[in-house]
């Protein structure tokens, strides 16, 4: 098997570090990609750090990252959808059994025998599969997807995962034109749900803890920008969205936006915190309001999320950083302190 550059954690209390992992020779379905980009999504450092040690508990060492951009160099003899010097992208999930009813629906995301992109058993290898904080990656065509040609590479990477996480709740939710639509936390899911709303057609109003993203938010889309430490502003709005879209890292007030809801008003949670929410009956029941979550999306979502984006020319704002600036990188995201998401640049690896 040939080997490939990466960076790992070896516990959840130490740095990533390079290191150097297998990475198996393509079987007949399989595409071979140098990585040029890979996002760095919050879940990466949720993950790194062990903090949904009860639901996925992290094996170690861990190579991150979900968020990848590359070309291809190299295809199996049954691949038919790329060929060498493609660029190509893929995101949360690298395989699942393809014949399950959530499989044939297209909702892979759903599979119970999908293969997350990371931190999970490797069939091919029978270890644990690594993520985009690579030199390379192979995966199965199906889970391979195109990026429209006139995206910017590096702010094109966070689509895979922030923005396929936040498209498929908008579009599920039936966000259009005329909706009024909030978005909770401007990080990198938040300023990719203001983008996305806001080329869907709807209102949006972006909820923040940092005054300083104000200007951007507006830049950015949203049409009201609301200081969501201020609960006089915030209840302004009591009674008055469609629909709410949670994008917060850590825990908050979340009940406070249920009261924001209109009747049969839907606040769907992407933000995954270490520990559990608190939720008042009332506020759900009083106006037949109701609270989901939503993980990323399906293949087929996921191909039109990025068409969507290529038709409307939206990217990811990003910083692109080298790979050595990884632990830094971290810090910064604890402080919500990134406009608005991180992008390696896999060239550095190879420095
Ligand atoms: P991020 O870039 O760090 O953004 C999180 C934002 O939340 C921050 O920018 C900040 O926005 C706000 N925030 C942070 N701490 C807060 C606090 N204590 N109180 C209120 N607001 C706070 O993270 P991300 O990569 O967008 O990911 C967000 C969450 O989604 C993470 O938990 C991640 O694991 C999860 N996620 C879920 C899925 C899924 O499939 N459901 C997929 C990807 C990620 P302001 O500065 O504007 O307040
Ligand atoms: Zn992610």
Redesign the pocket.
Known sequence: MPNAKAYAASSATSPLAPITIARRDPTANDVQIEILFCGI???DL?QVRNEWSGVMPTIYPCVPGHEIVGRVTKVGSGVTKFKAGDIAAVG?MVDSDGTCFECQQGLEQFCANATLTYNFPDKHTGGVTYGGYSDSVVVDQRFVLRVPSNLDLAGAAPLL??GI?TYSPLRHWGVTTGKKVGI???????HMGVKLAHALGAHVVLF???PG?KDDALRLGADEVVL?RDANEVNKHAGSFDFILD??????DIDSYINLLRRDGNITL????EKPLSISAFNLIMRRRSFS????GGIAETQEMLDFCGANNITADVEVIPIQKINEAYDR?LK?D?K??FSIDMASLKA
């Open positions: 999504c919050h879940s949720h949360c995962c922030a996480t909770v936390g401007l990080g990198g899911l938040g923040t803890t940092s993203k969501s994008a917060v890292s850590a825990n908050h992407v933000g995954a915190p979550g939503s993980p990323i995201l919500a990134v608005y998401r």
